[in-house]
């Protein structure tokens, strides 16, 4: 199959850059029919000699400090940006504006002004965006929305969402930017709540009212001595505020009249990634827990009462799976979800239409976090316009 060679290029090489590569480099190994071939060909990070040992690792053509250098190369046709919350706006805008295609991080900025100017930008410069809503893409969540969509759990009532983390819980955990207002904007709202936001939108529909509550457990943290990647622990520098939350907590009401509980924790001591659903119907209910990604609970039938729950592995006819493997029961990790997510980006390059999550998904899910903030703020339930 002959393919066009799509110039690719990373903006921030921590983590998550180079999870984004990985993807990049695997895509075609999974996704045989996609119609273009990625190629690295810049790689930018502003800590002096990231870039250039991505570059040497992974094979990109051009290794730079500046974004802007992305922006400028016309080899370079779509960007990944992996870079901090306070920079996405005037990265992805500008990137956009600047007719690159981009696969942006969530939250897609510090607020919904921000999403929104992303929005602006990627409209106006017609191209695609992709945003980095990655359970989504987990097979098990293709199967529960199936199931929930064919009514096979009757007409859902109640659910409750789960993201609990303990990457924070260190007392020792250095004052990075993630807990900075100006640099992270929210908290773990941005972080965790974004993606319990987007699963309950993707599996349940529109959420129409909150009413939430958010706290800060570990008030103060020391200040890194340089630059960070991931998680740092940092002793003996100089101490300074958390300024956004570790905790927060919501009751949501959804359009199809549903009530949801939604969770997220970054300082969960004894819980590494814990995050899940379960959401019950008038005839049965359905859980997924990440951790075990390839299982779902479902509970069906007509019983009503003392109606059992039977663990189901997803197979090749449940979403991307058959991607990876051949047969149900076999496990898929979470680089996988971000492979899927490549392909997704790449093939609405090639067919000039979205697919998976946008950066429409991220508008909404910033309006329904700033409202949770504000109702934190009053006690009081906030609607959704």
Known sequence: MKRDALGIAVAGFGWMGRVHTHSYLRVLHHFPQLGVRPELVAVADEVPGRAAEAADRYGFGTATLDWRDLAADPRVRAVSIAAPNFLH??????????????????????????????????????????????YRNAPAVAAARDLIASGGIGTVTHARFRLF??????PEGALTWRFERARGGSGV?????????DLVR??????EAVVADTAIFVPRRARPSGATAGHTRATGGE??????????SGLL????????????????????????????GTRGAVSWDFRRMGELVASTGDAYQDQPGRTVYVGPEDGGYAAFQPGAGIAMGYDDLKVIEAYHFLRSIAEGRPYGATVDDAVRSAVVLEAMARSAETGAWVRLD
């Open 202 to 207: 993707h599996l349940l529909g529109e959420i």
């Open 89 to 134: 706006r005037e990265i992805g805008a500008g990137l956009a504006r600047a007719g690159k295609h981009i696969w942006i991080e969530k939250p897609v900025g510090l607020d919904a002004a921000d999403a929104r100017a992303v929005a602006d930008a990627v409209r106006a410069g017609g191209v695609q965006c992709t945003v980095g809503f990655n």
């Open 239 to 248: 101490p300074g505020p958390v300024e956004n939350e570790d905790y927060a």
């Open 253 to 280: 009401r959804l359009a199809s009249g549903a009530r949801v509980v939604l969770e997220a924790s970054r300082v969960a001591v004894g819980d590494q990634n814990n995050y899940g659903f379960e959401v019950h």
């Open 189 to 197: 709202l941005a972080d965790l709540a974004s993606h319990g936001v």
């Open 165 to 170: 983390s303990d990457y924070a819980a260190h």
